[in-house]
C-alpha cells in the first residue's frame, strides 16, 4: 500500500499544526522540499454564490522550502529570506539581508503566525505577491529589493538584487505596511 501526502495550501505549512522533523530527520520529507506550485489568486466572492471567488487573473509560482535555520528563526508572512549554501531551491536557513545574492523569495503572505524550523512552506518567487515594506513610501512600477530587516525597500538603481516591481502603493495592516509587488525572481 502507498502512503501519500498532500501539498499544503497557501496560508499553510506541511506540518500545520504538528510537531515539525528536526534536523536529523529532515530525510524523511526531503522529497517535498523544492516542489513548485502555481498557485491562482482569488478575489471577492461573487454576490449571490455561496463560496465561489472571483479569479483576478493574478498568479504566483511559489517553491516548497524548508526553515532549517539555526538557531531558530521564525519566519512571519511577506518577510524575505535566503537559500541555505548547498541546499538552493530547497531549504532556507536565514532571513535576507540587502543585495543577497541568494535570495529564495518572501515567506506565504498568506501564513497565520510564524513558520517553525524544520517545517515546509511555501515561498513566493514570482508574480503577485503581499510583501512587509519597510515604510509606505513607493510608487507603482519602482524597483524593490530587500533591506537589512527582510522587508521590501525601494530598489532606486535596477540590478540583480531586484525582487519585482510596485503593483499598487502601500497599505497598512495592524501598523505593518504591505506592499503589492510583482516579484521576478531569477537566481
Not at 531551491?89 to 539581508?97: P, S, V
Amino acid at each position: 500500500m502507498q502512503t501519500s501526502t498532500a501539498m499544503p495550501m497557501r496560508g499553510r505549512t506541511m506540518f500545520h499544526g504538528q510537531t515539525p522533523p528536526t534536523a536529523a530527520n529532515y530525510g524523511n520529507s526531503a522529497q517535498w522540499e523544492g516542489f513548485c506550485a502555481l498557485f491562482n489568486e482569488a478575489g471577492d466572492t461573487i454576490e449571490g454564490a455561496s463560496l465561489r471567488k472571483r479569479p483576478t487573473g493574478r498568479s504566483t509560482e511559489c517553491v516548497l522550502v524548508r526553515n532549517s535555520s539555526s538557531p531558530a528563526v521564525a519566519y512571519g508572512p511577506g518577510l524575505a529570506v535566503d537559500f541555505e549554501d548547498g541546499f538552493r531551491k530547497r531549504r532556507c536557513d536565514a532571513l535576507a539581508t540587502s543585495h543577497t545574492s541568494a535570495l529564495a523569495g518572501f515567506v506565504d503572505d498568506k501564513i497565520v503566525g510564524t513558520v517553525a524550523q524544520g517545517d515546509l512552506f511555501w515561498c513566493m518567487r514570482r508574480g503577485f505577491a503581499k510583501v512587509s515594506a519597510a515604510d509606505a513610501s513607493y510608487t507603482v512600477n519602482q524597483a524593490v529589493g530587500v533591506d537589512a530587516n527582510s522587508e521590501a525597500v525601494a530598489d532606486g538603481t535596477p540590478d540583480i538584487y531586484t525582487a519585482g516591481h510596485v503593483i499598487t502603493a502601500a497599505t497598512v495592516s495592524s501598523g505593518v505596511p504591505l506592499l503589492e509587488v510583482d516579484l521576478n525572481i531569477l537566481h
